[in-house]
């Protein structure tokens, strides 16, 4: 079965220092990835999947298939990017089941 | 336009009742989901529907029932609340399947089963 991990539960780092939020998955074909962020009094919303190779809010995260990594990843970091974020994981032709890892805290302190 | 609608926001139930959460959607999508939170465990999906009079199961759907008989309505029943299932109940809808389309949450139900 496919999994998701976040590795870090709390990434603290200072406004302006970059970010780097990893992901890993489990999964021997070719998954479809996302990342969802939850900020505080919030609902948890998509913030960006690797199928559209775009940047959110400055955020961007590149699919390696060989380390299976979606890391998101962002040059420097903001006080309103304090939320909490979860990557995602969707198998083709699974008829739409989502995965989610256990999601990374993200603090901005100045 | 209120999106994704849960009630209630949060219940205590005791061992063996059942409840029923609901959740609504106004925005005619086609696909919603239930999903528990628990910590350390991330969001897993329980059931799912890409449609009127179509369900299906997720990853934990043990004791849980759910229906579609409208396209806005996508309640999940606890039949016997048992204490594992005490947990932050997230609803979720798309325009189509989530591969695609953004899945739109709701702000969630606490269920704490004594």
């Known amino acids: 079965a496919q999994r998701v991990t976040q590795p870090e539960k709390l990434l603290s780092v200072f406004k302006g220092a970059p970010v780097e939020l990893k992901c890993n998955y489990s999964?021997?074909?070719?998954?479809?990835l996302f990342w969802y962020v939850q900020y505080s009094r919030q609902r948890l919303q998509l913030l960006l999947r690797?199928?559209s190779r775009e940047s959110i809010k400055g955020f961007t995260a590149d699919l390696n298939k060989g380390e299976t990594s979606f890391h998101l990843k962002k040059p420097f970091a903001q006080e309103e990017d304090s939320a909490m974020y979860y990557c995602?994981?969707?198998?083709?032709?699974?008829?739409?089941?989502?995965?989610f890892g256990t999601g990374t805290r993200l603090q901005v302190t100045l | 336009n209120a999106g994704v609608t849960q009630t209630p926001k949060f219940q205590v139930l005791k061992t063996g009742q059942s409840m029923t959460l609901q959740c609504a959607q106004d925005?005619?999508?086609?696909?919603m989901s239930w999903y528990r939170q628990d910590p350390g465990m991330g969001l897993r999906l329980i059931h799912y529907?890409?449609?009127?009079?179509?369900?299906d199961q997720g990853e934990v759907p043990n004791g849980y029932n759910v229906s579609r008989s409208t396209t806005e309505d996508f309640p999940l029943r606890l039949l016997s609340a048992a204490p594992s299932q005490t947990s932050v109940y997230f609803c979720?809808?798309?325009?189509?399947?989530?591969?695609?389309?953004?899945?739109?949450f709701g702000d969630g139900t606490r269920l704490s089963i004594l």
């Open positions: 690797h199928i």
């Open positions: 529907s890409v449609g009127a009079g179509i369900t």
């Open positions: 979720a809808s798309s325009r189509g399947q989530p591969s695609n389309q953004p899945q739109h």
């Open positions: 925005m005619n999508h086609e696909y």
């Open positions: 995602a994981l969707m198998v083709t032709g699974t008829a739409s089941k989502l995965t």
């Open positions: 999964y021997s074909g070719s998954p479809e």
